[in-house]
Nanobody, 116 residues
Framework: EVNLVESGGGLVQPGGSLRPSCAASGSIFSDYHMSWARQRPGKGLEWVAGLYVSSAEYYHESVRGRFTISRDNAKNTLYLQMNNLKPGDTAVYYC??????????RGQGTQVTVSS
């Protein structure tokens, strides 16, 4: 059974940066594609980034060029570098095991709030 724990969210001003991380345990981390999804207030789940075992990457068009997904297999940790944040990026961010749009297990989420 996999356990995913996100951290590193917070309050940031527009134009700022954050780097949430996701610590994984309970499975061989390097064997799996991994993803980040978010849920904005009043909206459904939105897949924002994916990192495949092949190192191929996926980004939602709204974050492409601003967000970068990465992983450290030695630390069993997934990251999401978020730059030039906008108020529309305010959401709970979840990491998930599996590619984007899959039904894999997710963590409990970390809140990101972009506001002046």
């Amino acid at each position: 059974e996999v356990n995913l724990v996100e951290s590193g969210g917070g309050l940031v001003q527009p134009g700022g940066s954050l780097r949430p991380s996701c610590a994984a345990s309970g499975s061989i981390f390097s064997d799996y594609h991994m993803s980040w999804a978010r849920q904005r207030p009043g909206k459904g789940l939105e897949w924002v980034a994916g990192l495949y075992v092949s190192s191929a990457e996926y980004y939602h068009e709204s974050v492409r060029g601003r967000f970068t997904i990465s992983r450290d297999n030695a630390k069993n940790t997934l990251y999401l570098q978020m730059n030039n944040l906008k108020p529309g990026d305010t959401a709970v961010y979840y990491c998930a095991r599996g590619p984007p749009f899959s039904g894999g297990p997710r963590g409990q989420g970390t809140q990101v709030t972009v506001s002046s």
